[in-house]
């Protein structure tokens, strides 16, 4: 038996993603109660599970598609595992980056290049050099 079966979970956590990243479609964003907070969680197409937005997570998605939670919707982002500290130690926890666009498609002996904002969000995700993802959900199984 999985452990982490023993303890399941309303929202997304990183052990989900199985090592892998994913990606997803912003379906809504609503504000629920989290222990004793109210937080954003982030709802995808397809998903029951929602993932609780920190300040981290948010600051990026603001930063690719704007401030106002409506306008993302329909925004594609890729979710992935990540080291991080919290309270002096290293935990895995989800992040969220632009989903990288399917590679160019050659036409002839011409390959459609990427555009200008291509470009520029490959090299905000560290140089574009990321292997094509498999745009098959790890997790999708466990949310049904």
């Given at each position: 038996?999985?452990?982490?079966?023993?303890?399941?979970?309303?929202?997304?956590?990183?052990?989900?993603?199985?090592?892998?990243?994913?990606?997803?479609?912003?379906?809504?964003?609503?504000?629920?109660?989290?222990?004793?907070?109210?937080?954003?969680?982030?709802?995808?197409?397809?998903?029951?599970?929602?993932?609780v937005l920190n300040r981290t997570n948010a600051n990026t998605?603001?930063?690719?598609?704007?401030?106002?939670?409506?306008?993302?919707?329909?925004?594609?982002?890729?979710?992935?595992?990540?080291?991080?500290?919290?309270?002096?130690?290293?935990?895995?926890?989800?992040?969220?980056?632009?989903?990288?666009?399917?590679?160019?498609?050659?036409?002839?002996?011409?390959?459609?290049?990427?555009?200008?904002?291509?470009?520029?969000?490959?090299?905000?995700?560290?140089?574009?050099?990321?292997?094509?993802?498999?745009?098959?959900?790890?997790?999708?199984?466990?949310?049904?």
């Amino acid at each position: 038996m999985n452990i982490e079966s023993a303890f399941p979970s309303t929202y997304i956590k990183a052990s989900d993603l199985l090592g892998r990243s994913a990606r997803v479609t912003i379906r809504n964003v609503l504000m629920e109660t989290v222990g004793q907070e109210q937080k954003p969680i982030l709802y995808f197409n397809g998903k029951e599970k929602g993932l609780v937005l920190n300040r981290t997570n948010a600051n990026t998605i603001s930063t690719l598609f704007g401030p106002n939670t409506d306008d993302w919707e329909g925004a594609e982002v890729e979710l992935f595992p990540a080291m991080v500290d919290f309270q002096g130690r290293s935990v895995e926890a989800v992040r969220v980056r632009i989903a990288p666009r399917k590679p160019a498609v050659a036409r002839g002996d011409t390959a459609i290049a990427p555009n200008a904002r291509d470009r520029a969000m490959a090299d905000a995700n560290g140089g574009g050099g990321a292997a094509p993802l498999d745009d098959e959900i790890p997790f999708e199984m466990s949310w049904r």
